[in-house]
């Protein structure tokens, strides 16, 4: 299958580029072409029924081969895909034994084919080797620390803040280095990055924590509202700060409309039932019967209350590929995924992808994954290779 994609960069207000040759100024978008091809396609699609059944997928990512390794917690299960599509390897299944899966939550892929699978109801870290095979679980003390979903794998160990039901008491915004002891993980202080007073706490359009790793260990930080990323040795320290002089959109009641739409599509009955789940496991403690149906409703209705900060955050997430070059995905007019900027780690601007959606998963080779959800429940991925980064023969640019 080769479906060649050609993504326009284009605009919806136009502006004028000046004379030929003429530099345009810093503020303004260079904008680029992503040219990709279509490698192969697993899972079920709007338009056939696949070869292999999702039920969720959580987490993915490539080795250095580049295979691509898919973690579904609903099938208790993590498929290896090579090259070409074809089904390598399968591993995993529900049980109460040290290797299988109680309550698995996400996964990491190490560039040599090791998966990392956090199970909260084992409370370990599960280690499996190329191939599937269960080499050891590493013990995740709750009176130590626990990394959150948010976590990422920088090199070797994991960076991020601790798991949300799972948290000491911390500082807010504290990001911790979790490193990977012989029997147990053990967290040692990164950073402390910004965080709003405990009053904003449920205030929507707050700035969170976004961070992405470096294949080196470092790590990129956005924790405000402003273009600002920071680049972090793998000590935790500061090394430089980027970023562009694009400010952060205003707050509008489009704006607010839009979030709040957002908000009821994230939660479903089945998402509050697993949550109240993984709470039961985490706890101990068998959970109560709930009306799931009148949790939500309770939730719709709560909406109309949200209340919002002034402005939208200018970068809405931050991802590093296999080359470490960044990508950052700014907010769009009403808060959701907007243009793509790519950037270098020590600040040089290359250009930015409009219309791109944001890839799940970078690989060697140019190699990108998509998670293509469906209403219907059932998902698929696509895996691409770019064949060219260009910039856009016509180059409308906005301020």
Same mark, same amino acid.
């Given at each position: ?55 969720? &997928? &959580? ?10 390794? &898919? ?49 909260? !109801? ?7 080797? +190329? ?64 965080? @709003?007073? +405990? ?43 980027? !970023? ?5 959109? @205003? ?38 019967? $709930? ?20 402005? *939208?955050?200018? *970068? ?21 995924? !907007? ?24 690989? +060697? ?18 895996? $691409? ?15």
């Amino acid at each position: 299958m080769r479906n060649r994609w050609i993504l326009p960069a284009l605009l919806g207000c136009i502006v004028s580029c000046g004379e030929p040759g003429e530099a345009p100024p810093a503020s303004y978008d260079l904008v680029l072409e992503l040219v990709t091809d279509t490698v192969f396609v697993v899972g079920d699609t709007p338009f056939n029924e696949g070869d292999h059944y999702f039920g969720r &997928v &959580v987490s993915l990512g490539f080795d250095q081969r580049g295979r691509l390794h &898919v973690f579904d917690p609903d099938r208790f299960e993590i498929t290896t895909w090579d090259e070409r599509g074809r089904l390598v390897s399968r591993f995993g299944n529900k049980g109460e034994g040290p290797h299988e899966f109680k309550v698995p939550r996400y996964a990491h892929i190490l560039r040599d084919g090791t998966v990392l699978v956090l199970d909260i !109801g084992h409370a370990r870290l599960l280690v499996y080797g +190329p191939g599937g095979r269960f080499e050891r679980g590493v013990r995740l003390p709750t009176q130590n620390a626990v990394p959150g979903s948010g976590a990422v794998l920088a090199a070797d160990r994991l960076v991020g803040e601790d798991d949300y039901w799972l948290r000491r008491p911390v500082e807010a915004g504290e990001l911790f280095s979790y490193q990977f002891g012989a029997d147990s993980v053990v967290a040692e202080p990164f950073y402390q990055a910004w965080a @709003p007073a +405990p009053e904003l706490g449920g205030v929507a359009m707050v700035p969170e924590v976004r961070i992405a790793p470096f294949s080196d260990g470092r790590v990129a930080l956005a924790d405000n509202e402003e273009y600002r990323l920071r680049i972090l040795s793998r000590a935790g320290e500061l090394v430089h700060t980027i !970023g562009r002089p694009v400010g952060p959109p @205003p707050v509008t009641d489009m704006v607010m409309d839009a979030e709040r739409e957002r908000r009821k599509a994230k939660y479903r009955e089945r998402d509050l039932a697993r949550g109240l789940r993984e709470m039961g496991a985490v706890t101990g403690f068998a959970m109560p019967d $709930v009306d799931m149906s009148s949790v939500l409703e309770e939730y719709h209705a709560g909406l109309a209350d949200l209340e919002f900060a002034d402005d *939208i955050p200018v *970068i809405h997430t931050v991802q590093v590929d296999w080359n470490d070059q960044l990508w950052i995905t700014r907010s769009g007019a009403t808060g959701e995924e !907007g243009p793509i900027d790519l950037m270098s780690a020590d600040g040089r601007y290359e250009g930015t992808l409009y219309r791109t959606q944001k890839p799940d998963a970078f690989g +060697p080779n140019g190699l990108l994954a998509y998670v293509d959800y469906h209403e219907l429940g059932p998902q698929s991925v696509v895996v $691409v290779r770019i064949t060219a980064i260009a910039p856009a023969v016509d180059q409308p640019m906005t301020p």
